[in-house]
């Protein structure tokens, strides 16, 4: 093969690949519709996802993708047994469908197959083809997780015309119509400036007049004759000309203001995509996720045509999908729990999506247990984060916000799902960066509701500039509660803090130009004004008010980022250019609140290391191989390790010495690791001891099992890495 005809298939790969994500995207939603068991449409589902298939198998059969053709050759085959209702579908059969289109999406993906799954292809198609002949039940599909996927959009008009561009192009293009919002922001700005010079220059006409009054009233008294002001016949024509240019410069400014509104309006519209381009792959997300935990879970979307910048979409994908496992993992209970509690037994999550303010807001409900605010509280009490004096202060909305503490959790062990207290903090952190905020609401018993307030686009937001001393900063508008003007004796001093009072509620008051290490005053004399500027920033439940020498005016901004050599400087997000041509820093207002309110250090005094090094961990593990393994990965890490060979090795060793932490296997001879941690839990002295299983075994039931014996944390071997093995160590200690 030549090398036009090697980069002719590689395009085609690209464009095959585009297509086939359709194609699976659509699968999957017909397969979970199909789940739902609704006799008026399945005919009419199970033949939407023939077509796909076949559709997919003809595009595949064309790049030479012998495994895909053979695959939805024999996913054809179920579907058109299922068609002439020689089948009824089974919940086995639709699990064996849809990893069917799991291993299609490995096999045209980025990452391929392993060997292994390579070799259960065969075995795949094996089954679909065992499953046609199979005589066909009694009874219809089990009762299974309801979807409610979002309605297919309607038939395109007949004369609408679609073309493939490159998304970098538009994005490249995108970036240059961006960039025309500094040209409007620089001609408002000469547009200010000439106004500035006609009123100095009104100032200074009135001052000549009063002058050249008094000159005449004194020639007058004096009997002399007022000779002509030369100056005259130059001063009219140049006011005229200046009148005349401000004009001109206003009608300019208007006519580039409409132009470049409507020119970036346009080209965003080009890269906004509907919410459902990202929720596609949700109630397949939703439905294994559920079956991994045992649980049964319906997943609603609403508001799924709004329009969201491509870009935002793609920053905040693994936020939602951060969200709905915790829904699954935290919220949502199991089956027969729910029944206890008077509630079906399946669970139901909604994603909203909302617009409001030029802002969107994306809510992810789920019904299920709530968040229990005095087992929070506890949790943080135990990991250090707070005092039992600073928990007992906390209002139950300020305990909630412990949730987005990173290390802290309250599932009763790690796994590979959840359980390491991060989720929550990277999605708090990625909504931050994008200049959103984050909520939270939950009710005991009756579930929990997270929303993100993001910006419409990424490139640009709403934000206030303010000034300390002569150093102007960007506020962005999305974090500010409220500004205010305060009189100067309304500010309290209590100790060293400062705080006011705000709509009858005690705010605290930090120094902007302090917490920045700005000098702070403008020069002026403090009995010059009696009232001070205050920005308050933050949520309902959590606000602190930033004193600043002067709010300027709220704008559109242009975000310019720092460049990889400060990729990541606390307390700023950015930058922009103002009209003047100034650079102003953009802050981050996570950043500002965190450095405002500095946690004091739960082991003052003594060094991260020399704290590891006094822990001491058992590792009980019958092979040789993963017990070596074991122990370097946390001896390098700092902890003192011993080993044990099977259970009771462990036990034995458990009983004559002592240990901070026993990680174990759970298939071992003699004694397995949930008998050795069901004994560990029945002994006086061992009860508290953390434990971590490290298996081979990964069904929900065996999981259920270690939470049954006490286990603190269930990292299967199949997705094993270091960093889940350290950071639940870290965590339980």
Not at 76 to 85: F, H, T
Not at 486 to 503: F, P, Q, Y
Request: glycine fraction near 6%; charged fraction near 30%; charge should be neutral.
């Amino acid at each position: 093969m030549d090398r036009k005809d090697e980069e002719f298939r590689k395009r085609l790969l690209l464009t095959f690949k585009a297509e086939a994500q359709e194609h699976l995207t659509a699968m999957t939603s017909g397969l979970i519709e199909i789940e739902k068991g609704d006799p008026r449409r399945q005919g009419e589902t199970i033949e939407t996802v023939f077509r796909e298939s076949h559709n997919l198998k003809g595009a595949a059969r064309s790049v030479n993708l012998a495994d895909v053709v053979a695959i939805c050759q024999t996913v054809e085959n179920v579907l058109s047994a299922l068609k002439r209702a020689e089948l009824i579908p089974s919940s086995p059969m639709l699990d064996l469908l849809h990893k069917a289109v799991a291993f299609i999406g490995k096999l045209v993906g980025e990452e391929g197959l392993t060997a292994s799954e390579k070799s259960g292809v065969r075995e795949l198609i094996r089954g679909l083809e065992g499953e046609i002949e199979k005589p066909a039940p009694v009874s219809g599909l089990a009762n299974e997780p309801a979807r409610r996927l979002p309605a297919a959009p309607g038939p395109s008009p007949a004369h609408t015309a679609t073309i493939r561009i490159s998304v970098a192009k538009l994005d490249a293009l995108l970036l240059q119509v961006e960039e025309m919002l500094l040209v409007k922001l620089a001609m408002a700005q000469r547009v200010l400036d000439l106004k500035q010079v006609k009123k100095r220059f009104d100032l200074w006409q009135k001052e000549r007049a009063k002058r050249s009054y008094r000159a005449k009233r004194r020639q007058e008294i004096k009997g002399e004759v007022r000779s002509k002001d030369d100056i005259d016949s130059s001063i009219v024509p140049f006011e005229a000309a200046l009148t005349r240019v401000l004009k001109a410069a206003e009608s300019d400014q208007r006519s580039c203001s409409v132009m470049v509104d409507a020119l970036l309006a346009d080209t965003k519209k080009a890269l906004m995509l509907p919410f459902l381009s990202l929720l596609e792959s949700f109630p397949g997300l939703v439905r294994n996720l559920s079956r991994e935990a045992g649980k049964e879970t319906a997943l609603i979307i609403q508001g799924e045509q709004i329009e969201i910048d491509r870009r935002i979409l793609e920053e905040i994908k693994d936020p939602l999908i951060h969200l709905v496992r915790n829904c699954i993992d935290h919220g949502i209970e199991l089956p027969e729990e729910r029944l206890k509690k008077k509630k079906p037994p399946r669970g139901e999550i909604k994603i909203i999506v909302s617009s409001r303010d030029g802002m969107i807001e994306i809510a992810v409900f789920d019904d299920g247990a709530g968040i229990d605010t005095s087992n929070m509280k506890a949790v943080a009490e135990k990991s250090g984060f707070l005092s039992q004096e600073e928990a007992g202060r906390l209002s139950d909305g300020e305990s909630l916000l412990l949730a987005f503490r990173s290390g802290i959790t309250t599932s009763p062990m790690v796994t590979d799902l959840s359980g390491r207290g991060l989720g929550l903090a990277i999605v708090k952190e990625k909504v931050e960066k994008l200049n959103g905020r984050i909520e939270i609401e939950s009710q005991p018993g009756a579930g929990t509701t997270l929303r993100m307030i993001l910006p419409l686009t990424r490139a640009t937001f709403r934000g206030v500039v303010v000034r300390v001393n002569q150093q102007p900063f960007v506020l962005p508008s999305a974090n500010i509660r409220r500004v205010a003007r305060v009189k100067k004796e309304e500010i309290r001093t209590i100790g060293t803090r400062e705080s006011l009072t705000l709509d009858g509620r005690a705010v605290s008051l930090v120094r902007l130009g302090e917490v920045l290490r700005v000098p702070t005053g403008d020069n002026r004399s403090e009995a010059d004004t009696p009232f001070e500027q205050v920005v308050v920033l933050g949520s309902d439940e959590l606000q602190m008010a930033f004193l600043v020498d002067e709010i300027l005016h709220e704008q559109e901004v242009l975000v310019k980022p720092l460049g990889r050599q400060l990729l990541r400087v606390r307390n700023f997000s950015g930058a922009t250019i103002l009209g003047s041509g100034k650079v102003v820093p953009i802050l981050n207002v996570s950043d500002l609140m965190k450095s405002a309110v500095k946690a004091s250090s739960t082991y003052a005094g003594i060094p991260a290391e020399e704290r590891k090094k006094r822990i001491s961990i058992l590792v009980a593990e019958d092979s040789i191989t993963a017990r070596t393994l074991l122990r370097t990965i946390l001896e390098s890490a700092g902890y003192d390790v011993k080993v044990a060979v099977d259970g009771v090795d462990a036990f034995t060793r458990l009983s004559a010495e002592e240990f901070d932490l026993l990680v174990s296997d759970v298939d071992m001879p003699g004694m397995n690791g949930f008998d050795l941690t069901a004994k560990v839990r029945a002994d006086k002295k061992l009860s508290e001891l953390p434990v971590v299983l490290v298996t081979a075994l990964e069904s929900g039931e065996d999981k259920k099992r270690g939470i049954d014996v006490g286990a603190n944390a269930y990292i299967v071997k199949s997705s094993f890495d270091q960093s889940n093995l350290l950071k639940a160590v870290k965590r339980l200690i």
